[in-house]
Structures are given as C-alpha cells and as structure tokens.
C-alpha cells in the first residue's frame, strides 16, 4: 500500500491542517527551524512556519536537497538556518526512515544540531528503530494503524 500525503500537504486546507498539527507538536522542542529532504518535507515545513508566524512564535522551514547544488552557493541547506541552530527534522511518511537519516545527515554537517524527527505517519517498518541508532527520537501524528484498522 503506498500513502500519497502530498496529496494532503499540497492541499490548502489539508495543508493548513498538518501546519497546526506539526507546529503544535514540535514546539515544545523550542527549535528556531523546521525542515527535511525535498519533497516531502517541503509544504510540511512551510505549512509549519506559517502557523507558527500566525501564532506569534516564528519557527523558520529549511530544505534539505537531495545533492548539493552543483552550481551558485553548492548548499545543500537552503533557507535562513546558521550552524548551531536547533532544528526538527520533518517528514511525510517514514518506513526505514532513509530520507530522514539523509536530511539529519546533512544537516548535522551543515552544523544544525537535530533534536528530533517528526512525522505524519510513521508505517512502523524500522524508521523508529534506525532514528534511535543514531540517538534521536520519532514523533508521529498518525502511524499505519490508524488507517488500516478503520
């Protein structure tokens, strides 16, 4: 079975919906970014920073690429982040979590400090449990069960 979010992200309404969900579930972390690997992070992120603008407590979306740009800055972080900064990696879907582990990656050569990873749905196939070998934690809104046991 495949989960097609972005056909809720990209939505208006639905994306207005995971922006609340996700800001009010990364901001206890007091991180100044939200951000993950293009594509599926990307309207998570943004949705995210304009609640969070809304709600009087700006929290910044990054972009993680999938390369660095080969050509003008060759960053692979796109966004006003600085090394040092407290971020949340964030995600659709996360199975194995190896677009997640990717983005923590670069970000932490990039110099962020990751404090956690969230997501909309977690499909409970390893993700929780590879983010764990690398010392973070997963947050989800939703996990598989939710939607295969209605």
């Known amino acids: 079975y495949y989960l097609d979010l972005k056909r809720v992200t990209l939505d208006p309404e639905g994306g207005y919906l995971i922006g609340n969900l996700m800001y009010e579930m990364v901001k206890p972390f007091g991180v100044s970014a939200v951000g993950g ?5 990307d309207p998570i992120a943004y949705a995210t920073a304009l609640i969070s603008y809304q709600k009087g407590d700006p929290i910044k979306p990054f972009v993680v690429r999938k390369e660095p740009k080969g050509h003008g800055t060759k960053r692979q972080i796109e966004g006003n982040v600085e090394p040092g900064e407290r971020v949340v990696v964030v995600e659709d879907v996360v199975t194995t979590a190896s677009s997640s582990l990717k983005a923590v ?3 932490r050569e990039y110099g962020l400090e990751v404090v956690a990873v969230c997501c909309i749905v977690d499909r409970n196939e390893g993700g929780r449990e590879n983010l764990e070998r690398e010392g973070l ?3 989800s809104l939703f ?3 939710d939607f ?3």
């Open 148 to 150: 295969l046991n209605t």
């Open 143 to 145: 996990t598989i069960e």
């Open 37 to 41: 690997l293009t594509l599926g992070a």
């Open 105 to 107: 990656k670069a970000c």
């Open 137 to 139: 934690k997963l947050y």
